[in-house]
């Protein structure tokens, strides 16, 4: 199995090649959408954030 990483800067298209990748079947895995659905709110990392923190670093929809 090849591992590949695929890195760029804003707008450069990984999302679409992405979406193509998957599209063929190859498995990926997408860190900004991991990092996101962690400090979702409601969820136990979002609380610890909150709790170390404060609320000053939060928008006010959470």
Do not use: Y
Not at 10 to 23: D, F, M, N, P, Q
Not at 50 to 58: S, Y
Request: aromatic share 4%; charged share 25%.
């Amino acid at each position: 199995m090849k591992l590949v990483g695929l890195t760029g800067g804003i707008s450069t298209g990984k999302s679409t090649v992405s979406r193509l990748l998957a599209e063929q079947g190859i498995p990926i895995v997408d860190a900004d959408k991991i990092a996101r659905d962690v400090v979702e709110p409601g969820t136990k990392p979002n609380a610890l954030i909150r709790q170390h923190f404060g609320d000053q670093v939060f928008l006010s929809d959470g």
